[in-house]
């Protein structure tokens, strides 16, 4: 892979920064990377290789490249950390290949160093907002780890050339409560948008992509930011892998940039429970990917993430609370309903903590629907693992039969050729 | 446990910062803990609640105390942190504890790092901080806010018992000299810091595997007004990562808001560090890697698996003659002798690709241990056809085969 070309162009308050990224063993076309911002923090763009860089090593990993030559000199911190990234990648991903080197033009130069300024990732959803609440309470205002910035990151969750209807409301709804989270929080908003998800060739972000793309963000804004805090999304007692991870973030930063993983000591359930109380979270907790929703409308109610968020609002008996879920109330019919989500292999992972909030609760009938529904999920992934007498059975079919023992089951129960799910 | 009397007085050389703990949960009778400095950088040394919290917090887990109550003030970030190692530890155990509450009287307030930024080095003599050193040397320019300006040494871990609280250092001149010569020829200061505070929790598989870097970190807690990082070579490579008291997940986690606590390296294999430190030149004549403390006048015993490991890479590349601290042996038949066991093979067999046409005596030596070690693995997992016989045995047999085989062993 080779990446060249950086260059900053500015129309009016809106800045680009773009760079050619070309492959060089995938066969790909190049590809014309770019960043936008505009407003705050825009003016600290400069035409600096590293968030660029940032933003294709888990591509040029994934691909197979063997080495991204960088036209620039590259930060040593993030040359070690990319080294690590990537065996760690093909550590999780059991994928025997060596690191792609990194061959920058004019070598390996440190920033000059990192300014006081932290900054975090905020999205208005738990993670986030539990992540702003408890540095408001440990730090004091002026002191270098207190935020000061809110990045926001438009185009994270759709790797879509034009955005679909969904897309866009979504990235409305967002920016709207960032917005009035910011404002309540002292923080100033840094928007950050681009063409980085294309680039991945991936659906999701989150299995590998998504901690780079944070980083290569916070890079764009150097000049401006020292440290940017990504809030956790799995907690310390049940990590596994995945694209944020406290083990991988950290290796995204540099000399300039520190990039921090935080808050993963808690389960999502504690988190809730920790801004359960908190105003603005009650007004303006945002979990849904959902949409295109009617107008004032954060939240739809009914997916596996907003479910997943209520059911705990409601083990607290805060739900009604919440006017982010317009008043919306959690059924067993409705868990029952429901699909399993982005992450379905993670689905009994991320309900199980819920069942004892929910039987202390009272909710009973929910907590017996949400048992069920994890019981299905096990089900499914045991078929996805191919576990049990089960799966060995049907690999002796796919290696002795070639699988035409369960081509005849199927058609037996009349159930289509696929996994069930 | 109540932590209490915590202060700081002047020695005759230096200074030293003490407290008493308090068990409340355990029986167990009151300890003074203590951490000493000699020469100039006692002039900098604080008596750190964070310092004594960052000691106490795991081996209070271990011993069932529900609480850590300190006088002082408590950094949030620290103190948030060590409860996430507990949560580490759990996931890694599959176990679910309730660790103790961090109470602190004057409340929990982050300090503010100093300015500008400093960073501080853990420094053993062994490859893997040896190595992090030179790199630092090479990427950044020393008035860098990264550069290391201090290295920072701590002893008594292993041996809180045999210190001698009017001669801390005593036993270890020929280290600490070798160390400061280490130091000094990267430019750096050496500090050393001599501590009992293992004595919380003495056992050498609670140190290895919870508490080192707690223990390191506390010694980097105290001086805040000295450095704002603190930097610990890892002494795995990513792939390898396996649960232990000193991993990127426990490290980072025990910094606090004044003193950030790094850990770097994991993405260099331990034989890239040594291929770097041999091309380095002079970097392998001060090497320490053992931790045997063997009889003066080496320090290096040369019998233990790491002296043997390390002894075997710097042979690949030519260069073992140069590391003075080791002693002259028949390496390949002392390896091609000894048993290092399924737990260190992937070690030896990162080795194998430096060994061949190199070294071909050794890396003969290294296969016939590896294959040793593989047998013994299969042993440990009940693999293979024995394995399953072994299996049935113990299930139907309650083991009788295999004692029944042991005994004719015995006999013949």
Not at chain 2, 88 to 112: L, M, N, Q
Request: glycine fraction near 10%.
């Amino acid at each position: 892979m080779r990446i060249g070309g950086v260059s900053l162009a500015r129309n009016g308050d809106r800045v680009a920064l773009s760079a050619r990224v070309e492959w060089e063993e995938s066969g790909r076309p190049p590809f014309e990377l770019t960043f936008t911002s505009r407003g705050t923090g825009a003016d600290v763009l400069g035409a600096d290789p590293h968030p660029f860089l940032l933003a294709s090593v888990v591509p040029a990993w994934r691909s197979g490249e063997r080495r991204i030559a960088v036209e620039g000199a590259v930060c040593p911190r993030l040359r070690d950390g990319i080294a690590a990234v990537q065996r760690l990648l093909s550590a999780w991903w059991k994928r025997d290949r060596p690191p792609a080197a990194l061959e920058p033009s004019d070598g390996f130069r440190p920033f000059a160093g990192r300014r006081e300024r932290s900054a975090l990732f905020l999205t208005g959803g738990v993670d986030s907002l539990h992540l702003l609440r408890k540095n408001r309470q440990a730090f004091p205002a002026g002191h270098p780890a207190s935020f000061r910035d809110a990045i926001s990151i438009r185009s994270m969750s759709f790797a879509e050339e034009v955005p679909t209807p969904r897309a866009g409301d979504l990235a409305r709804r967002h920016a709207k409560a960032v917005a009035e989270i910011a404002a309540r929080n002292d923080l100033e908003v840094v928007e950050i948008d681009g063409n980085f998800r294309i680039l991945g060739g991936v659906v999701l972000a989150g299995p590998q992509d998504q901690g780079a793309l944070l980083a290569s963000a916070a890079h764009a804004f150097a000049q401006r930011i020292g440290s940017a805090s990504i809030a956790a999304t799995l907690d310390a007692g049940a990590l596994h892998r995945w694209g944020t991870h406290p083990l991988l973030d950290p290796l995204f930063s540099s000399s300039g940039v520190e990039i921090r993983h935080e808050e993963f000591r808690p389960g999502r359930s504690e988190k809730i429970a920790e801004i359960a109380g908190w105003d603005v979270a009650r007004r303006h907790l945002q979990v849904c990917f959902e949409g295109p929703l009617p107008d004032g409308e954060s939240n739809c109610g009914r997916c596996e993430k907003c479910l997943r968020t209520m059911t705990a609002l409601a083990a607290l008996g805060v739900l009604d609370d919440f006017a982010a879920f317009g008043g919306r109330r959690v059924t067993p019919e409705a868990i029952e309903s429901m699909t399993f989500g982005y992450s379905p292999e993670n689905f009994a992972l991320y309900w199980a903590p819920l069942v004892p909030l929910l039987e202390r609760g009272g909710a009973g009938r929910i907590a017996a629907a949400v048992r069920a529904k994890i019981a299905e999920a096990r089900r499914i992934e045991r078929w996805h693992r191919d576990a049990g007498w089960k799966g060995k059975l049907r690999r002796l079919d796919r290696g002795l039969l070639g699988g035409t023992l369960q081509r005849v089951t199927q058609r037996w129960r009349g159930t289509p050729p696929a996994a069930p799910g | 446990m109540r932590i209490v009397d915590l202060r700081r007085e002047p020695t005759r050389a230096g200074a030293r910062v003490a407290a008493r703990v308090l068990w409340e949960e355990s029986g167990r009778p009151p300890l003074d803990v203590w951490w000493e400095v000699e020469g100039a950088a006692a002039a900098d040394l604080a008596a750190s609640s964070d310092a004594v919290l960052a000691a106490a917090f795991l081996p209070a887990a271990s011993s069932g105390e529900r609480r850590v109550a300190l006088e002082g003030p408590v950094c949030p970030r620290l103190a948030e942190g060590l409860l996430t190692i507990a949560r580490v530890f759990d996931g890694w155990r599959g176990t679910s504890s309730e660790p103790p509450r961090i109470e602190a009287r004057e409340g929990f307030c982050a300090a503010f790092p100093r300015r500008p930024p400093r960073a501080a080095v853990f420094l053993t003599g062994g490859v893997d901080s040896t190595h992090l050193l030179r790199r630092n040397r090479a990427d950044f320019p020393r008035d860098h806010p990264e550069s290391f300006t201090d290295a920072l040494a701590v002893f008594g871990l292993y041996a809180p018992d045999q210190l001698d609280p009017a001669e801390p250092f005593a036993g270890y001149a020929r280290t600490r000299a070798v160390l400061e010569e280490t130091a000094a020829e990267s430019g750096l200061a050496l500090v050393s810091v001599a501590t009992n505070v293992t004595a919380l929790a003495p056992e050498i598989e609670f140190i290895a595997k919870r508490s080192l870097s707690s223990v390191l970190a506390s010694a980097a807690h105290l001086f805040p007004s000295r450095w704002s990082s603190a930097t610990l070579a890892s002494g795995r490579d990513v792939t390898i990562l396996v649960p232990l008291g000193t991993h990127p997940l426990i490290d980072a986690a025990l910094g606090s808001a004044a003193v950030a606590v790094r850990h770097e390296g994991i993405g260099i294999s331990r034989p890239d560090r040594i291929a770097e430190l041999c091309a380095a030149g002079g970097a392998v004549s001060r090497l320490l890697v053992c931790m045997s403390g063997p009889p003066p006048p080496l320090l290096n015993c040369g019998r233990c698996e790491k002296c043997l490991r390390t002894m075997t890479a710097l042979a690949a590349f030519g260069r073992l003659e140069e590391a003075r601290e080791f002693p002259a042996l028949d390496l390949a038949r002392t390896v091609g002798a000894f048993d290092f066991g399924p737990h260190y093979a992937p070690y030896w067999r990162d080795l194998l690709p430096l060994l061949r046409g190199r070294r071909d005596d050794l890396a003969g030596a290294v296969e016939r241990r590896l294959a040793v070690a593989a047998r013994q693995a299969r042993w440990f997992e009940d693999a293979g056809w024995k394995g399953l016989l072994r299996r049935a045995d113990r299930r139907l047999l309650g083991g009788r085969l295999l004692a029944i085989r042991r005994a004719v062993a015995r006999a013949t």
